[in-house]
């Protein structure tokens, strides 16, 4: 209970911070001065910034609405406001639309960064358990949430302000900063980041001694930002700038290290197991948030599972999401593949990542957490973990900048990698296609429903670069998101995305 109010007090002072940013009430639960005394107030302060961003992913499922209904490759049978951002009608004022196209959820995971930035060397004076280690590895990972938070509103708004004080936002309008200013601040947030962050938490990582908040090892595996998550981050900033020599050298950093950090691939069970990878938190979750049914942590919303799944793996009769059998079969078209396949009759051969499948509606059922890992149909309460990154996807971004410098072999050793434990043979330009192509159709089939799919067409387009419809949209900026209209009357100096005025 404890932990839970220190909890509400920093959300309470994030909000009042941001007041003029946000519009949100003051609920503080006791003043401000009696915080920032103790060791107990900094771990609850750095708890609440992974809260925050925790909930900036799962609000009205932005991370998947973002992520991969915005591909069109999901069908959407009735839902208005997911149809218009399948059909790129970001303008439109259904259901969650205006909640999707504000920024203010970000802003009060950096607010909240900043106060804790701003205010942690008060514990440090006031606490002699409070030591420099825990101190420099708590800074270390506020650095990082701040920096991971700006990283995913550039991939959304392009431009946005850059507010690195709590100051700033409280009294004062603020213009957009480029993206490139913004993304530079990013990559030197995370370098410093891993610098200070360890590979492992309470398990003798000399960068983080003795057991962290004096919990075991087994409390904060994977669920905290570690070494090898600032440099996954760092790989994909750099791949979304195009910049791919050094994406691949900060996706190298992960693979070869891989074993420091307690990170393994993927068997085709352990990823689709619902009492496994997406159950639950571990190390091989290189930044997942996790959802845990015994923490009280699960819910019947904010998961993909909701838009996803219906009957026959939960009683509903309609999923707000789909995928038809013919783009099914169009991604997953190689007979050996072990999380989907169809014989030349067209009946499912494994069903890992899709049930009902000569249904009326397939059901995308790959992540499945329900009641804290069963199946029970019965009951609509999801818990799976939030993944934002894993090594599989370290491999494949990696191959993806290989091939894009040149490196064939480098890349192709890489793809094969992952095609082989998914039950494929090795790559073929005669039977896959162009490597680069062959590429993102492998991230497409690994990663689907984990919220890559729409960022990574944009960087496979920027690479192909030719007169398609979303290249088009590159080039006009059409892949940003608008601002929501409370945004834009809260802070005169921001103006509308050019392409959506």
């Known amino acids: 209970m404890k932990r839970i109010l220190i909890i509400l007090i920093v959300l309470s002072q994030v909000f009042v911070s941001c007041k003029k940013m946000l519009d949100i009430n003051s609920t503080r639960l006791v003043s401000e001065e009696n915080m920032w005394r103790s060791l107990e107030d900094s771990r609850g302060a750095l708890m609440g910034i992974y809260g925050l961003t925790k909930a900036a992913l799962n609000d009205n499922n932005a991370h998947w609405l973002y992520g ?31 909640d999707l196209k504000s920024w203010r959820r970000w802003y009060a995971i950096i607010n909240s960064a900043n106060i804790f930035l701003e205010r942690i060397q008060e514990v440090k004076d006031q606490d002699e358990r409070y030591t420099n280690n825990n101190m420099q590895v708590d800074v270390a990972q506020a650095r990082f949430l701040r920096a991971f938070a700006y990283f995913y509103m550039v991939r959304l708004w392009g431009d946005v302000p850059l507010i690195v004080s709590s100051k700033e936002g409280s009294f004062t309008d603020q213009p957009r900063e480029d993206q490139s200013k913004v993304l530079a601040f990013v990559e030197q947030e995370l370098i410093a980041a891993a610098a200070d962050l360890p590979f492992v938490y309470s398990a003798g990582d000399e960068q983080q001694q003795g057991n962290y908040y004096n919990e075991a090892n087994a409390r904060w595996r994977g669920a905290l930002a570690r070494k090898t998550t600032a440099y996954a981050i760092l790989a994909h900033v750099a791949a979304w700038q195009s910049n791919y020599p050094d994406a691949a050298a900060y996706a190298k950093f992960v693979i070869d290290n891989q074993q420091k950090g307690s990170l393994s691939l993927l068997s085709t069970a352990d990823l689709t197991n619902p009492n496994g990878f997406f159950n ?33 793996v939960v009683n509903k009769s309609i999923p707000d999401m789909y995928m038809t059998k013919d783009k099914i079969l169009s991604i997953f078209n190689e007979s050996t593949d072990e999380r989907f396949s169809a014989d030349t009759l067209g009946n499912a051969v494994t069903e890992v990542y899709f049930r009902n499948f000569n249904g009326q509606y397939p059901i995308f059922s790959k992540i499945k957490v329900i009641m804290g890992g069963t199946t029970d149909p019965t009951f609509r309460f999801y818990g799976s973990a939030t993944i934002i990154t894993r090594l599989e996807d370290m491999y494949l971004l990696r191959a993806e900048a290989l091939a894009v410098i040149g490196e064939q072999a480098g890349a192709i050793e890489l793809l094969n ?84 005025k």
Request: charged letters at 25%; proline letters at 2%; aromatic letters at 10%.
């Open 68 to 98: 991969d209904v915005r591909s069109g490759e999901f069908t959407i049978p009735i839902r208005q406001d997911l149809k218009s951002i399948a059909k790129n009608d970001l303008n439109a004022s259904f259901g969650a639309m205006n």
């Open 417 to 500: 990698t992952i095609r082989e434990r998914r039950g494929l043979n090795n790559y073929s330009a005669a039977r896959n296609g162009e490597l680069i192509d062959a590429i993102f159709q492998e991230r497409n089939r690994e990663l689907m429903g984990e919220g890559h799919r729409w960022y990574d067409m944009v960087r496979q387009y920027k690479i192909l670069n030719d007169n398609s419809d979303l290249s088009k949209l590159i080039r006009e900026k059409g892949i940003y998101w608008p601002l929501s209209n409370d945004v834009l009357s809260q802070n005169k100096l921001l103006t509308q995305n050019e392409y959506w």
């Open 280 to 312: 639950d938190k571990n190390s091989n979750q290189l930044l997942g948030f996790g959802h845990i049914y015994n923490h009280v942590e699960g819910s019947f919303t904010g998961h993909i599972e909701e838009l996803t799944l219906a009957a026959p």
